[in-house]
């Protein structure tokens, strides 16, 4: 039996759902890596990284190409760039929001400003 549509995405999402490969595949948006270059922007350990990107290859997301002794990665296509400006996108209105509701909290807990009177 397969499994519902609903759970496959909670499973995508679960997937994402790790500080390092939303790194990674931001990294990746604008072409092919190699895997030295991942962990200088990254900063954190070989073996650490190594296990994210196995994550990311084995879910498709992802891909890797050997180039002499140098392993690059690349996004498997172009939907999980869109996928990261839809969040960008989503997280700016959601934090705009709060924004202007943090306003309004800290304009309500002003004192209220002296009226001046011409003498």
Do not use: C, F
């Given at each position: 039996m397969q499994a519902p549509l609903y759970q496959v995405k909670a499973e995508f999402f679960r997937m994402l759902g790790h500080p390092v490969r939303i790194r990674v595949l931001e990294l990746l948006q604008h072409g092919p890596v190699s895997v030295r270059d991942l962990l200088a922007d990254i900063e954190?350990?070989?073996?650490?990284?190594?296990?994210?990107?196995?994550?990311?290859?084995?879910?498709?997301?992802?891909?890797?190409?050997?180039?002499?002794?140098?392993?690059?990665?690349?996004?498997?296509?172009?939907?999980?760039a869109e996928l990261?400006?839809?969040?960008?996108?989503?997280l700016t209105e959601l934090l705009t929001g709060q924004n202007e509701l943090l306003a309004e909290l800290q304009q309500a807990d002003a004192p209220p400003q002296p009226l001046h009177t011409n003498t």
């Open positions: 954190i350990e070989p073996s650490n990284l190594s296990q994210q990107l196995a994550v990311l290859r084995r879910s498709g997301i992802v891909v890797s190409m050997r180039e002499g002794s140098t392993v690059r990665y690349a996004l498997a296509g172009g939907d999980v990261l400006r839809a969040a960008r996108r989503i």
